[in-house]
């Protein structure tokens, strides 16, 4: 398993599985998954995702994520996007 930090900004924070104050730690299967099979296993609607960001760095949805990754995601309604 791997452990990964989630951080949702503005519309996509919910509070509970993920926030935009703090990131929130998800436990996943390591094997071959993908920011985009992360994001989908933890129920963000891909379409409400304009920009992700992989440890801090701009990253598309079939980018591999390990153990320790943070992942940042941006709806397209924050200003100046």
Same mark, same amino acid.
């Given at each position: ?26 436990? &996943? $299967?390591? +094997?071959?998954?993908? #920011?985009?099979?992360?994001?989908? *296993? !933890?129920? &963000? $609607?891909? +379409?409400?995702?304009? #920009?992700?960001?992989?440890?801090? *760095? !701009? ?14 995601? !941006? ?7």
């Amino acid at each position: 398993m791997a452990s990964l930090n989630l951080k949702c900004f503005t519309t996509l924070a919910d509070g509970k599985l993920w926030d935009h104050a703090r990131a929130v730690l998800h436990q &996943i $299967p390591e +094997e071959n998954t993908t #920011v985009e099979n992360f994001v989908d *296993r !933890v129920g &963000i $609607p891909l +379409e409400r995702v304009k #920009v992700i960001l992989l440890n801090g *760095r !701009v990253a598309d949805w079939d980018r591999p994520v390990h153990d320790g990754d943070s992942v940042s995601l !941006v709806p397209p309604d924050v200003g100046g996007m």
